[in-house]
């Protein structure tokens, strides 16, 4: 039977949460920083495009920093509130020295 996970508990959970939402709000400003340095750099760089590139731009590089901040903030919330160490491992490997 699995052992019981930390994240169980109402305020562990909450403030695990918290801790993730503050994680994913930074990472918003960071996308944001990002996107708006890169438009200034195709622009700056002197060459016609469209609008359309700039969307795809925005898109592209937004959505890129958004996804891998989301999933590095889960595997955070996992460790950080000892979810991983609730899991049974029955391969019978050990993996961990």
């Not at 019981?4 to 939402?21: C, K, T």
């Not at 958004?66 to 019978?92: N, W």
């Amino acid at each position: 039977m699995a052992r019981r996970s930390p994240l169980d508990d109402a305020e562990v959970a909450r403030f695990a949460w918290a801790r993730y939402r503050r994680i994913l709000k930074w990472l918003g400003a960071l996308a944001l920083a990002v996107v708006l340095a890169a438009w200034l750099f195709t622009y700056w760089a002197g060459e016609p495009v469209s609008v359309h590139f700039y969307i795809a731009l925005a898109l592209g590089l937004g959505l890129t920093v958004m996804l891998t901040g989301a999933l590095m903030g889960l595997v955070f919330l996992s460790s950080g509130t000892g979810h991983d160490e609730a899991i049974e491992d029955h391969t019978g490997e050990h993996w961990r020295r």
